[in-house]
């Protein structure tokens, strides 16, 4: 089960869904609202009140059914905002996942966005 970072989406994360498909694995992607195949718009209020978290339970879900697999054998991989998101729902709902590959979790994001304002704001 594949997550990728916000500005990535499902074919960005190819090359390592085809790594995991090569060794027999049953793959899956996700795109997040507004992104790659999704057909609805960007809504970052979205982001702030959980739908990146409960987008990810909501697909690992369909993976699971359709898989027809236990938590057990699923090793779930982010990547940026995506692995920060994997890391809440490990956390909150105690998976029992095979593993996890959490690559650049990006764990201290408010503290990047209020950077990003105060620099913006000095600049104008």
Do not use: C
Not at 10 to 35: P, V, W
Not at 99 to 120: E, K
């Amino acid at each position: 089960f594949i997550v990728g970072d916000l500005d990535e989406d499902q074919m960005a994360m190819g090359s390592i869904a085809q790594e995991f498909y090569g060794s027999g694995a049953h793959i899956m992607t996700l795109d997040y609202t507004g992104h790659g195949v999704s057909d609805s718009d960007v809504d970052l209020q979205w982001l702030e009140d959980g739908g990146l978290t409960d987008g990810i339970r909501k697909g690992l879900d369909v993976f699971r059914r359709k898989a027809g697999i236990e938590d057990e054998a699923i090793i779930v991989v982010g990547h940026g905002y995506g692995a920060r998101s994997l890391l809440q729902v490990l956390v909150s709902d105690q998976n029992q996942f095979m593993g996890a590959s959490l690559v650049a979790p990006d764990i201290a994001l408010t503290a990047l966005v209020a950077l990003i304002r105060s620099s913006s704001s000095a600049k104008a």
